[in-house]
């Protein structure tokens, strides 16, 4: 006969608890996961569901739930989870300001309409690029990935009463540069063809005063974008792998900084 104490209760809670405080968090604000179309009780049930695949090989937490340093180790784990996700949320947010930039230097900056998961106003071109980004990320088994990360988390930091060294929150602050690093790479190309264009375009209205450069600049610039971002479209899967890989790997930096 097994018998079940209260001890034991507490010790099976806190061994499930603890990781799945962690997972939630980090589906709370990764992308694919922290869509706003997503319903947060699927959400959860998701998170409830890894936890409960991954849970009985984790190491133990011996950290009882009713206690005083349980607070402390909730926002640890919430702290960990939410890293895991900002840090992911960086490679979209280089594709749309690529998509962003591209769209100003092409006129479409007026085309924006409300975009659930990149804000209210997002400009047509940084839409499309974060939708392409999206599927190549299912594609290239992204979201796998992530969840493998995240797993491995609770060996590099495990779940207990300890303290984090800043230089991993500071080096995750740093990363927020790969935004526009990244987003200009990406939109470079267009960037200075539209720029050549509209130097020749006022060369052009120097010359002849009497053609209006915003009746022929605007079509022509259009014309000439969209014809260049299509040829520069089969890079986008190289370009996206890279910096998934780049953002892979500044993860488990800072999971290393955080502990060191």
């Not at 706003?36 to 695949?53: G, M």
């Not at 950290?63 to 005083?68: A, D, E, G, R």
């Not at 491995?152 to 779940?159: E, K, L, Q, S």
């Not at 120097?206 to 014309?223: A, E, K, W």
């Amino acid at each position: 006969m097994i018998t079940l104490t209260s001890e034991m209760l507490n010790g099976y809670m806190s061994d499930f608890f603890w990781p799945f405080v962690r997972i939630l968090a980090l589906f709370s604000t990764a992308p694919l996961f922290s869509e706003k179309q997503t319903p947060k009780k699927f959400r959860i049930a998701l998170a409830f569901l890894i936890t409960a695949l991954v849970a009985p090989g984790l190491p133990q937490s011996h950290v009882p739930l009713f206690s005083l340093i349980a607070f402390w180790v909730l926002l640890q784990q919430i702290l960990i989870g939410t890293i895991l996700g900002l840090s992911m949320q960086l490679a979209f947010a280089s594709v749309r300001h690529a998509g962003e930039v591209i769209g100003l230097q092409m006129g479409l900056s007026f085309a924006t309409f409300v975009d659930p998961s990149g804000g209210p106003n997002m400009p047509i071109l940084a839409r499309i690029f974060n939708m392409l980004t999206m599927l190549l990320f299912m594609v290239f088994d992204g979201h796998l990935w992530l969840l493998s990360i995240l797993v491995d988390t609770f060996y590099v930091v495990p779940i207990g009463n300890q303290t984090f060294n800043s230089l991993g929150l500071l080096t995750l602050v740093q990363s927020g540069g790969t935004i526009f690093i990244n987003g200009m790479m990406l939109a470079m190309p267009l960037i200075t063809l539209l720029l050549v264009l509209n130097l020749s375009l006022g060369i052009l209205n120097r010359m002849t005063p009497q053609l209006s450069v915003f009746v022929v600049g605007f079509p022509l610039t259009l014309t000439i974008g969209m014809l260049a971002l299509s040829m520069i479209m089969p890079a986008l899967p190289v370009f996206t792998e890279r910096v998934f890989s780049d953002t892979f790997n500044r993860i488990t930096l800072i999971l290393q900084q955080l502990v060191s």
